[in-house]
């Protein structure tokens, strides 16, 4: 029987700029079904943006038919590592989740950071998650790695969300320490993030990861990059190691329902990334299935 899915493909927006409005008429116009927000955009922080300002941005989503796909939160790859970023995580999750509950977006995407036996010494720790360039030599734990910190950020996050009652996926680019955490709580709300740039900066290939985390996976944010004099470097998508193909293959043989994030973070031409990563993933769609949902 032919496999039917519905995809659809959102744009990570923070690399647009600070102005909303263009950012949600670019995605629009792209042919994305929706966007997700870091918490630490600009415009969610500034001063007026109280609940007006709120119920304003959601009807110009509405607007141009866009869905709030996910906002997210992270605090580096030390987030799990040690207590001042966990703080950090926790309190961005909290954000997150509040604002998540009130303009009713799709999920809350947390990036828990690494565990600390995979974070080289030399390895930034930058306090959120905007920035990147991290080495990508992480070294790959064993499932029941003790991170103390870890867990209970782990147990803070997951309670949160269950009082907020907002779905929540988790990511990191250690694959088997995240399913090894995150399996004993996996459920129609909580599942994991699958990170493309994440999983290639710590040295496995996406593909091999949608395998590894194969019935948990609540959302793929779909990045691409190549490692360069150790440092991992982004560039637009399909054009790096992260191929693309095989991990959308990899997807679809679960039947892979959820969003498909496009982050351009990093990219010198944010606009025209976002531009060559919609049609990229559009001539993806109508190579495997003939008929594709692009929009929701």
Known sequence: MEKQHK?????????????????IALAAELGYAGISVGIGHPQLNAADF????????????????????AIRAGAGVSGCADWSHAEILIQQTHRALSLARECRAREVIVYLGEPPSA??????AGPSDLHRGEPGDARRPEPDAYCPVGDAVIDEV?????????KLALSSGNVHWLKSKIKPHYSKSVGVALDSYRVLAAGQSPADAACELAGMIHAWISAD??????????VLLGTGQGDLDATFRALDDQYYSGPMIVDIRGLADPTGAARHAAQTLMNLLAAEHPTPVARG
């Open 158 to 166: 997951l309670s949160a969300a269950d009082r907020a009652g907002v």
């Open 50 to 69: 109280g609940t007006t300002a709120r119920r304003h941005w959601m009807a110009i989503l509405h607007s141009h038919h866009l869905e709030l796909a």
């Open 225 to 234: 990059a190549l490692r360069r004099g150790g440092v991992m470097q982004n």
């Open 7 to 23: 995809y659809t493909m959102s744009l990570h927006v923070d690399p647009l700029g600070h102005d909303m409005r263009h950012s």
């Open 119 to 124: 974070i080289p010494s030399a390895s930034p």
